[in-house]
């Protein structure tokens, strides 16, 4: 479940703070690109980008390590 930060929050986030909750749970980045000339769209770019850690989205094959208990 990823936490929801208001729009209007201005508190202050450190960059590595950032990059564990990106690369933890993930985000996606989307944009569009359209090129024209005269008022005609000659090229259109979607762009939809998937950034995330490896280890969030594949589960460990070998599981946990055992504990000494």
Request: charged share 25%; proline share 7%; aromatic share 0%.
């Amino acid at each position: 479940m990823s936490e929801m930060v208001p729009a209007d929050d201005t508190r202050r986030i450190a960059l590595v703070d950032l990059l564990d909750r990106v690369l933890g749970g993930g985000v996606v980045i989307t944009g569009e690109i359209t090129l024209s000339l005269a008022d005609v769209d000659m090229v259109r770019i979607s762009l939809r980008t998937l950034i995330a850690s490896v280890s969030a989205l594949v589960p460990d094959p070998v599981g946990p390590e055992p504990t000494d208990d």
